[in-house]
């Protein structure tokens, strides 16, 4: 099953994901700051914690719906890079493209790896943030 | 807290600790603000079914932390440029974790000055469960 997975997703390798835009809602950045627990003023309408564009869920991961069984799924981590503040009123463009897919054997059997390249740019054109995040699948 | 600048900066020195107490409840309330609503974060049967002890932190919350010790700390006229992690060890809700950073490197480059931070995410045994680093970029007082 495990080795059925990375012949699967070796195949995305290099796909991107069809754009999808959210506007920076002030009362969702709030909600987002009580949830992590961090009470800085800033997060009350100045900008954005620095993990916030977790919430900006690229197109085709679509997290509120039940994973299909048989998979199981790790965060390994992330590496955002910031390049110009997010602040409320903006709207922000996100796209994922899967950058790397490898696997490795482990006490779990074959883990395939996947990095997604995540870009976050702003209403003008201006590119905000980037995200590598890195996902184990099992 | 006031504002921190390059002058005041040294290698090897720790910035404030940051203490989390999370609780399942934290974990639902992440689930919605962020979107990621992967049942191994709240629901118990789920995560056990998935040979997890019990529910688990999200990484991207025990990120935020990391994200929070650092812009506690710079004050707001510090600039956060990278921000990194690595999940290796899973949290469980009702285990204190602690977040600890030390500055590891100064420097100046393009007219900014820039400060390296290692980071690290504890839990109550002092087990380093996410590593991480930073890099921010500091007024000065010249």
């Not at chain 1, 990375?6 to 796909?15: A, P, R």
């Not at chain 2, 990391?66 to 690595?86: A, I, N, P, R």
């Not at chain 2, 290796?88 to 809700?93: F, K």
Request: aromatic share 8%; proline share 6%.
């Amino acid at each position: 099953m495990s080795e059925a997975i990375y012949e699967s997703m070796s195949k995305d390798l290099g796909k991107a994901t069809t754009p999808i835009t959210y506007d920076v809602e002030k009362g969702h950045v709030k909600r987002f700051a009580e949830a992590i627990g961090d009470e800085n003023r800033l997060w009350r309408g100045v900008t954005v914690p620095p993990t916030f564009t977790r919430a900006f869920i690229p197109s085709d991961e679509d997290e509120s719906q039940p994973r299909p069984p048989g998979i199981r799924v790790l965060d390994a981590g992330s590496e955002y890079e910031y390049f110009k503040a997010i602040q409320p009123g903006d709207r922000i463009t996100v796209v994922s493209k899967i950058a790397e897919v490898f696997k490795k054997e482990g006490r779990l059997g074959t883990m395939t790896f996947q990095v997604k390249e995540i870009s976050f740019t702003n209403q003008n054109g201006d590119l905000v943030a980037t995200r590598r995040d890195t996902g184990i699948y099992y | 807290m006031g504002q921190v600048y390059f002058e005041d900066v040294s290698e090897g020195m720790e910035i404030p600790t940051l203490e989390k107490n999370p609780t399942t409840r934290q974990l639902v309330q992440y689930a919605g603000a962020s979107g990621d609503f992967y049942e191994i974060h709240y629901d118990k049967d789920y995560a056990i079914g998935n040979e997890l002890p019990g529910p688990i932190i999200h990484g991207a919350l025990k990120n935020a932390w990391l994200g929070q010790v650092v812009t506690d700390w710079m004050g707001e006229e510090g600039v956060l440029k990278k921000l990194s992690c690595q999940y290796r060890g899973m949290d469980e809700p009702g285990v204190p974790m602690y977040i600890t950073a030390q500055v590891v490197g100064k420097s100046t480059e393009g007219g900014e000055n820039l400060v390296e931070l290692k980071i690290e995410g504890k839990n109550n045994e002092g087990k380093v469960t996410t590593p991480g680093k930073a890099t921010v970029a500091l007024p000065s007082r010249g």
